[in-house]
């Protein structure tokens, strides 16, 4: 198992290879793995010759500091899990001075709008961040395909957005959500949780599924007050929102449109642990 903790070694071991046109598959996290990090690692080990898995809690991307100092950071436990997928992934476990070189400052990005949408709305500059984590993560590692979870869709979106708008040659594999067994999506917040909050947290998955079973009759405004009202039930939830939007340019559904994909977007804290899911409408 090899670990790289500069961009510099991490080029020279895999310039060589990049002239023998082996095919590089490329897992972005923040770490603390779960098994649905897994899934997306052994997706790139099956697409290609070598697959690399990138380990860095990116402060740029965190518009709460509290929320920043709470993120789970455990390297050791995520190596140990990425050995039981294949001992042959590639890590690249930078330090913020490997990254940004003294200047921890987010680059501005226009995504034609898709960042002012839901996770926009509410953490201010956070966009920025990934744009620019992704992007210099891109440019060091140099992929031949990417792989990203579709529980974070919104970002799915914008990575895509950013790879066409810079014309980054990288192909963007969205894959499905990995969920727990009570439904709740898998997230690295989920280990802030406690075992009972962990259980009440899967009324999150059993609304949207609700939710998308009433959008077939019933408006988006409609859908989208039956969902705060459910919500308002238990003391253990805050809604921060709920959003019927259509998949391509994220923006509200006001009314359907029969030629659209509608997706729902959420996002509720449980007490104070934010946690965020998505689901597919039609």
């Known amino acids: 198992m090899k670990v790289f903790v500069s961009q510099k070694e991490l080029a020279s071991y895999l310039n060589p290879l990049y002239h023998s046109n082996y095919t590089v598959g490329f897992v972005p996290t923040m770490g603390a793995l779960h098994q649905g990090h897994l899934s997306l690692l052994e997706k790139a080990v099956e697409d290609n010759d070598i697959a ?3 380990i860095f809690v990116n402060p740029t991307q965190f518009n709460n500091p509290e929320d920043l100092k709470k993120y789970p950071r ?3 436990a995520d190596i140990n899990k990425i050995k039981t997928v294949s001992t042959e992934i590639l890590i690249y476990a930078p330090s913020v001075e490997d990254i940004y070189t003294g200047k921890t400052v987010s680059e501005n990005f226009d995504f034609d709008g898709l960042e002012n949408q839901m ?3 509410f953490r201010a500059g956070h966009f920025d961040g990934v744009g620019t984590i992704v992007k210099q993560l891109f440019e060091i590692i140099q992929p031949t395909r990417a792989y990203f979870g579709e529980k974070d869709f919104q970002q799915l979106q914008i990575v895509k957005r950013l790879v066409s708008k810079y014309a980054i040659p990288v192909t963007i594999v969205g894959c499905p959500i990995y969920r727990e067994k009570n439904g709740l999506a898998m997230s690295s917040r989920n280990e802030r949780l ?7 947290a899967s009324m999150i998955y059993k609304i949207l599924c609700e939710a998308q079973k009433l959008f077939k009759s019933k408006s988006a405004k ?10 308002k039930k238990n003391k253990i939830f805050e809604l921060e929102y709920f959003e019927i939007a259509d998949e391509e340019q994220l923006l509200p559904c006001v009314a359907k449109d029969k030629t659209k994909k509608y997706r729902a977007f959420i996002a509720v804290f449980v007490n104070n642990i934010r946690l965020i899911d998505t689901i597919s409408l039609n």
């Open 52 to 54: 690399i898995v990138s």
């Open 74 to 76: 455990t390297l050791e």
């Open 222 to 231: 409609d859908v989208s007050i039956w969902v705060a009202s459910e919500f």
């Open 194 to 200: 406690t075992e009972s909050e962990r259980k009440e």
């Open 119 to 121: 996770e926009g709305k």
